[in-house]
C-alpha cells in the first residue's frame, strides 16, 4: 500500500469510552474486497462513505453479483488475485471456514506483497490464520463487527456505535482500530489467545438466544397464539435491556426464585408437547438453562442453597 495511507492509518490513537480521533485527511487507500455477501459490502460501502476506493469485489454467485451491484453501484467483480494484486487493502470476509485456504492458496499463486494490509471479519480467528500474507511482508489484522447482517443499506448504518473486535501486532493495531472508526464503529482490542473464547460468547449470545425464541415461539403457536412473535416482542426488549443493565442481579423465572411447583408444572406441559410432534429438542434446552439459572443465582446469593437443591431436584423428577 501507500507509504502515506499506512502512516495516516497508524496516526489514530484509541482511548477508552470516545470514538478513535482519525486524521481529518487520512490517507485514501484502494480496498479490495473477498467476497461481496453481507459483511464484505456493508464494510466496503462504510469504507467508501469514508472516501476510500473500492477496487474490486469477489462475487461467485447470482445473488453475490445482485447484493455488489445494491450495495457498491460501480464496483467491478473481479478475481481474487486480481483483487489482491490491486489493493492496497485486502478485506477478507469469507465464511471461517474457507479462510485459511483462501489465504494459504494466495499465498502459493505469490499473490500478497510487502506493506499490504490484510484483514478477515471472521470472530473465531486472529491473525495467525493469515500467517501465509505475513510471510510475504503483508500487514495481517483481524476485524470484526459484534453484530448480525442484513445484506442491505440498513448494515451500514447499524455500523455507526457498532462494538468492533480488532486483534493484530502492536505495531499495526492503530490501522485496525483506525479501519473500524472510520466505519463508525467503536474498536474493542482482543488478544490473539482470547478470539475463541470471544466467539463462544457472541455464538452463545446471539445463535443460542435464537434457538430459545423460536422454541419459545413454537410452544405458544402449539398454545393457540396467533402471532407468537408479536407476543414475545415486548418481554424480550425488556429482558434484554434488563440483562444489560443489570447483569445477573436481574435473573429471574422460577429457577432463579425457586418455585419448584412452577417448574414440575412447565415440565409436564413440555412432555406432553413432545409427545405430540417434532418438539423434543425444548425439554432438555428448558431443563439445562434452568440448571445455569439457578446455579448463577445461588452463586450471586440471590437463592439460598436449599432451594437451589430443591430447584435441582425439581429439574431431574
Not at 42 to 47: E, M
Request: charged share 20%; with cysteine.
Amino acid at each position: 500500500m501507500t507509504a502515506g495511507g499506512v502512516r495516516d492509518l497508524r496516526s489514530g490513537r484509541a482511548s477508552r469510552g470516545r470514538r478513535l480521533d482519525v486524521m481529518a485527511q487520512p490517507g485514501r487507500l484502494k480496498i479490495g474486497i473477498i467476497s461481496a455477501g453481507k459483511v464484505g459490502t456493508a464494510l466496503g460501502g462504510a469504507l467508501r462513505n469514508a472516501g476510500h476506493t473500492i477496487i474490486g469485489a469477489y462475487a461467485a454467485s447470482e445473488d453475490s453479483r445482485d447484493r455488489l451491484d445494491a450495495m457498491l453501484p460501480g464496483v467491478p467483480a473481479r478475481e481474487p488475485e486480481e483483487i489482491v494484486g490491486a489493493a492496497d487493502a485486502v478485506i477478507l470476509a469469507v465464511p471461517d471456514s474457507e479462510l485459511a485456504g483462501l489465504v494459504g492458496g494466495l499465498a502459493k499463486l505469490d499473490a500478497w506483497r510487502q506493506g499490504q494490509v490484510v484483514v478477515h471479519t471472521a470472530a473465531r480467528f486472529g491473525t495467525g490464520v493469515l500467517d501465509p500474507a505475513a510471510r510475504a511482508g503483508a500487514i495481517p489484522l483481524a476485524l470484526h463487527p459484534a453484530m448480525t447482517f442484513t445484506g442491505t443499506s440498513l448494515d451500514i448504518a447499524r455500523l455507526q456505535g457498532c462494538p468492533m473486535a480488532v486483534t493484530g501486532a502492536s505495531l499495526y493495531l492503530p490501522i485496525a482500530q483506525a479501519m473500524a472508526a472510520e466505519m463508525g464503529g467503536e474498536p474493542v482490542v482482543i488478544e490473539e489467545e482470547d478470539r475463541p473464547l470471544y466467539h463462544a460468547a457472541l455464538t452463545h449470545a446471539s445463535s443460542h438466544l435464537a434457538t430459545v425464541l423460536t422454541q419459545a415461539q413454537r410452544m405458544l403457536a402449539a398454545a393457540g397464539v396467533t402471532d407468537p412473535a408479536g407476543m414475545l416482542a415486548t418481554l424480550i426488549d425488556s429482558a434484554v435491556e434488563g440483562a444489560r443493565r443489570g447483569g445477573e442481579a436481574r435473573l429471574t423465572g422460577p429457577a432463579a426464585l425457586g418455585d419448584t411447583a412452577a417448574i414440575r408444572d412447565d415440565l409436564l406441559s413440555l412432555r406432553g408437547l413432545a409427545a405430540t410432534g417434532d418438539d423434543g429438542d425444548i425439554l432438555p434446552s428448558y431443563r439445562a438453562l434452568s440448571r445455569a439459572t439457578a446455579e448463577r443465582a445461588n452463586r450471586r446469593r440471590l437463592l439460598g442453597d436449599h432451594a437451589a437443591e430443591a430447584v435441582r431436584q425439581a429439574l431431574e423428577d
